[in-house]
């Protein structure tokens, strides 16, 4: 059963919302968006030894990755 997450909408635009969720949720709010999923921590892996390699690219915005 999925867990009720409680957060407050904190600053509104047209193109972004800012949220605030409590200490308490946090963990909660990482597992329901997928921070633990396994596939997500091993390309966390795979990019920090990218790093570590010099096998970087500078990035403007997240968006560069899917365009």
Request: aromatic residues 8%; charged residues 35%.
């Amino acid at each position: 059963m999925a867990q009720t997450l409680e957060a407050k909408v904190t600053k509104k635009t047209k193109k972004s919302i800012q949220i605030e969720i409590s200490r308490a949720n946090f963990e909660a709010f990482c597992d329901a968006i997928g921070f633990y999923r396994k596939e997500f921590l091993e390309a966390l892996d795979a990019s920090e030894r990218d790093h570590r390699a010099g096998r970087v690219t500078q990035r403007r915005s997240l968006r560069d990755l899917i365009e």
